[in-house]
């Protein structure tokens, strides 16, 4: 089939209703149900980075990431000064946008009331639901390109150029969250011009949102620029934390949800890739398994996959609804399950409790594990720091080998008079060294080692946790550029 004519036939495609009640239904559960969880049980530690990079270190690029989460977290805590339901807002509107965009997507596709139902349901039961407790990068992405893919596949069937500028536009504020969109549109365009359709590289309007992502993305490249490019040295971070191949395969699928989810996943780029009636959208099931491959032989992250689920999902849907009889005596009662266990996830437990997992089927009790603790690690080194003499505390910094701890100490330490936390790990390092009048400092972090050629003394405070450094060698100009830690 020439160009031309998937033109036409595409461009005079009758669209389909909109199941708008069930679809923002689902929606609203969703969000709600983060809602309702969002204010336990305390920030977690990349929550406070964001948090206090924002608050404190607002600038136009940092070492790890683009501006944007940075600078909305600490917006959010500047209108809602410590209120964990605030924060985390945006990212619970997010996934709620997700789940009625991934609707969008299956009603593109041809998919009636049913299938947008049943793959709003699939985003609404997916691990994207569960992330979105935190505000992160990983959290707000998904949505956007969720988004992105919506429009290009909206454009597919409509010819509507305007829907590529938008597409720019979303481009643009992807890439003040994370950097990864850009190897999305290659490889799209790349399959368009392989598999068609090839006049999608010739339209002027995506040119021009492509003009609108990159002039917007200029600021933090002249950041990163002045900085040495430091984004780069986060590719070494990302991959040196690599699980290993069935690792990353696993947890990426399986945060499709368990269930029903991780099945449709499978099932929909099944057929993006081989159904005669998806043809005209082979060339994105091409990128998404293309990107899934490249994640895995760069080393990333699995959770990169959650931002290509929404087409899958549409695409599971619309066949599922289309050539299973009876599909609703099977749908239905496997997103139930899948729902039941998508609420376990979450934070809906006493704080105290300790079980975390159940078989397979993460808890959300687990989040108490990763947010709680940072509380009492302030507590002593806050108590540590309060109780120095006056003029000791005038001359001693307050350092952290580890960005959490930093972040952590930052925002809780304010209380017990800390104002200001210094690390060499990763973004801290960039954010501020200590005046030339500290020539102490009080260290929290796992090796004492890390200070000690520069400073005459060495003081255990809390065995395995906090040593003060007194007699500094050399000026903090001389020192820091040797602490830069990754």
Known sequence: MSDATLTVRTGQERETAFARRPVLVIAALAGAVLLATSGRYAHGFDELYFLMAGRDHLAWGYFDQPPLIPALAGAMDSLFPGSLVALRLPMALAAAGGVLVTALIARELGGGRGAQVLAAGFYATSGVIIVSHWIGTYVLDPFLWTVIVWLVVRWVRTRRDGLLLWAGVVTAISLQTKFLIPAFWVLALLGALVFGPRDLVRRPKLWLGAGIAVAATVPT??????????????????????????????????????????????????????????????????????????????????????????????????????????????????????????????????????????????????????????????????????????????????????????????????????????????????????????????????????????????????????WRYDGRRGSWDEIWPHLERH
């Open 221 to 466: 490249l002249l950041w990163q620029a002045a900085n040495g490019w430091p984004y780069l040295k986060m590719n070494d971070v990302v991959a040196a934390e690599f699980p290993g191949t069935w690792v990353f395969l696993r947890d990426g699928f399986l945060m499709a949800g368990v269930g029903a989810g991780v099945l449709a996943f499978v099932y929909g780029l099944v057929r993006l890739l081989s159904a005669r009636g998806l043809r005209g959208y082979r060339f994105l099931g091409v990128a998404i398994a293309a990107l899934i491959v490249a994640f895995l032989l760069l080393h990333g992250r699995s959770y990169y996959l959650m931002s290509v689920f929404a087409l899958p999902f549409a695409a599971a849907a619309t066949g599922f609804t289309r050539h299973v009889p009876r599909w609703r005596w099977v749908a239905w009662p496997v997103l139930a399950l899948s729902a039941v266990v998508t609420v376990a996830g979450l934070p809906i437990y006493p704080a105290n409790m300790t079980r975390t997992s159940f078989g397979p089927i993460a808890l959300g009790s687990s989040f108490a594990g990763g947010e709680l603790p940072q509380q009492e690690l302030v507590k002593v080194i806050g108590e540590t720091y309060a109780a120095l003499p006056p003029e000791k505390k005038a001359r001693t910094a307050v350092y952290a080998e580890i960005y959490p701890f930093a972040a952590a100490t930052e925002f809780y330490g304010r209380r017990y008079g800390i104002e200001h936390v210094y690390s060499g790990h990763r973004g801290y390092w960039y954010f501020d060294r200590p005046p030339e009048t500290a020539d102490s400092v009080l260290f929290a972090g796992f090796d004492p080692e890390l200070l000690k050629p520069y400073f005459a003394e060495v003081t255990p405070v809390v065995e395995g946790l906090l």
